[in-house]
C-alpha cells in the first residue's frame, strides 16, 4: 500500500511538471487463486497477481488517459507523457475534470474487508472436492457434476488526485462453489450454490454447499410448464436483487444524461408502494462494497434511494451530475451497500399469502430495455398452489414494463440473502405475464 502510495504521488508530480492543471492516479495490486474440479478430478488450478496504473491528466477541460502494468521508471514516465499528449489533442468538455474539492473525504477508515488467510492450492483443492462430494452422495440420482471451485483474492487500491486527496482501500475475498446435474437424457437438470466472504471463516461449510446444490437440483426434475396467463410472481431472493439492479440502471448518471432511461425525470416521483424503501449504508462493518469514499475520493454518506416509494435521488459520479446540472452523489464507481426494506417475513409466509402463483428462482437472460422499461426473462423455478410448492416449471418466459412491476411490488420478505451488496428478501410481484408451452 505505501509503495502504490508513493507511485501516485510521483505520477501526480510528474502531471503537475507537465502542465496539467488536474490530475488523478488509480493504482491496484490483486492477487489470487482459483481451483475447479470435476467429477472427483482436478481441472484447473490457476494462481494470478495482476497490477495497474492508470494516470489521467486535465488541460482545462481536455483529458487524457493512459496506463500501464509495468512499475518500472521508465514506463511510468511514458505513461503520464502519453495521457498529456492525449489531451492536448482531445476536444474541450465542460463537465470532464475532478470532483469538486470540498467533496473530498477527510477521514478515512477500514470496514473490517481485510482478512488474508492461508489458502495455498492444496486446501483449495481439498475444499473444493469436499462441496462435489458431498453434493453427488445427497443422491443416487445426481449422477454427474458441473464442477465445484474455491476461490481467494485480495485487492490494494490507492486512488490519488491534485486536490491533495489520498485514500488507500484493501479488501479480501473467499468462495466455494457447486453445480451438480440429477437424471438422465433430456430430463437432467443442473442447479447450483455457492458461499462468498470477505473472511474465509464467514464462509459456509463446503459440505453444506455441496449438499444445497444437491437438494436445489434434485427438487428441479421432472419440471412442467405453464399455460400464458398472467398471474402473481415471487422472486426469490437471489433473482429478486436483480429487479434492484434494473432500478439502479434506470437512475444512474451515465443512462440519465444520454437520455437513454426509462426513468427519466423521476427524482420526486413515486415509482414503487407507498411503504418501499431502499437505504444505501456506506459503512457496514464487513461489507462488501463499504467504502469512506467512492472512485474520485468523495466522502461516502448514508442516506436513503427510495424513501416511501418516492424517488430521492439519483446515482452520480462528477460528470454524470454536471452534465445534468446536479451534485456527485459519491456514486462514481457504483453503489455502497444497499438495503431494501422488507414489510413481510420470510419465503414460505410470501406463498401462503401469495396463494397461487409463480415462485421464480433462477432467471435467463438480459432481457429488460433501458429505455422503454419492457421486460422479458427466460424463468425456472416452482408452481405454488394453495401456498404450497406443487411442482417445478421450467421453459417459461416472464414479462412487464419495469414501471408496471415496481409499482406491483406487494411485499419483500425478511429473508435476506447475505451474498450480495444488494441486501433483499424475496419479492412478490402482484401481477406478470407468464408465458410457457403448457
Same mark, same amino acid.
Given at each position: ?142 449422477? $454427474? ?29 473467499? =468462495? ?82 444520454? $437520455? ?57 459520479? =462528477? +460528470?454524470?451530475?454536471? $452534465? ?51 421486460? =422479458? ?13 406443487? +411442482? ?10 419495469? $414501471? ?35
Amino acid at each position: 500500500m505505501q509503495r502504490l502510495s508513493g507511485i501516485a504521488e510521483q505520477l501526480l508530480a510528474q502531471a503537475r511538471a507537465s502542465g496539467a492543471s488536474q490530475a488523478e492516479v488509480s493504482c491496484n495490486e490483486d492477487s489470487g487463486l482459483s481451483v475447479n474440479v470435476r467429477m472427483g478430478e482436478v481441472e484447473t488450478v490457476e494462481a494470478t497477481r495482476d497490477r495497474g496504473i492508470a494516470v489521467t491528466v486535465y488541460f482545462g477541460t481536455r483529458k487524457g488517459s493512459a496506463s500501464t502494468a509495468d512499475l518500472r521508471e521508465d514506463s511510468l514516465q511514458a505513461t503520464v507523457a502519453q495521457a498529456c499528449a492525449i489531451a492536448r489533442h482531445t476536444e474541450d468538455d465542460p463537465a470532464s475534470g475532478l470532483a469538486d474539492a470540498e467533496l473530498m473525504a477527510t477521514t478515512q477508515r477500514e470496514f473490517d474487508g481485510w482478512h488474508p488467510a492461508s489458502f495455498d492450492a492444496d486446501r483449495a483443492i481439498g475444499i473444493a472436492l469436499a462441496a462435489e462430494a458431498a453434493g453427488r452422495e445427497v443422491d443416487a440420482r445426481i449422477g $454427474k457434476s458441473d464442477g465445484a471451485s474455491a476461490n481467494a483474492g485480495a485487492t490494494i487500491s490507492v486512488y490519488a488526485n491534485s486536490h491533495g486527496f489520498l485514500g488507500a482501500e484493501r479488501s479480501t475475498s473467499y =468462495s466455494i462453489g457447486c453445480a451438480l446435474i440429477a437424471g438422465e437424457g433430456e430430463d437432467m437438470q443442473r442447479d447450483s450454490w455457492y458461499s462468498v466472504a470477505l473472511a474465509e471463516g464467514d464462509l459456509e461449510d463446503p459440505r453444506a454447499v455441496g449438499r444445497k446444490a444437491a437438494e436445489r437440483t434434485l427438487e428441479r426434475l421432472e419440471p412442467r410448464s405453464l399455460p400464458t396467463g398472467d398471474v402473481p410472481v415471487l422472486f426469490a431472493a437471489e433473482t429478486a436483487r436483480s429487479l434492484i439492479g434494473h432500478y439502479l440502471g434506470a437512475v444512474s448518471g451515465g443512462a440519465l444524461y444520454r $437520455k437513454a432511461s426509462f426513468l427519466l425525470d423521476s427524482v420526486g416521483t413515486r415509482v414503487f408502494p407507498d411503504w418501499f424503501g431502499i437505504d444505501e449504508l456506506p459503512f457496514l462493518p464487513r461489507g462488501f462494497r463499504s467504502a469512506a469514499f467512492d472512485a474520485e475520493g468523495v466522502a461516502t454518506r448514508e442516506s436513503p434511494l427510495v424513501r416511501d416509494g418516492i424517488v430521492q435521488r439519483y446515482l452520480l459520479g =462528477s +460528470y454524470s451530475a454536471r $452534465k445534468l446540472g446536479l451534485q456527485t452523489t459519491a456514486n462514481a464507481g457504483g453503489v455502497h451497500n444497499l438495503q431494501v426494506r422488507a414489510n413481510a417475513a420470510g419465503l414460505q409466509e410470501l406463498m401462503q399469502g401469495m396463494g397461487s402463483g409463480l415462485l421464480v428462482t433462477e432467471l435467463m437472460g438480459q432481457g429488460a430495455n433501458p429505455i422503454t422499461g419492457d421486460y =422479458s426473462r427466460g424463468a425456472a423455478g416452482f408452481w405454488v398452489e394453495g401456498g404450497r410448492i406443487a +411442482y417445478p416449471v421450467d421453459g417459461v418466459t416472464i414479462a412487464g414494463n419495469l $414501471k408496471q412491476v415496481f409499482a406491483a411490488i406487494e411485499a419483500v420478505g425478511n429473508d435476506v440473502d447475505p451474498r450480495s451488496h444488494i441486501a433483499t428478501g424475496s419479492m412478490l410481484v402482484g401481477r406478470m405475464t407468464v408465458a410457457g408451452t403448457g
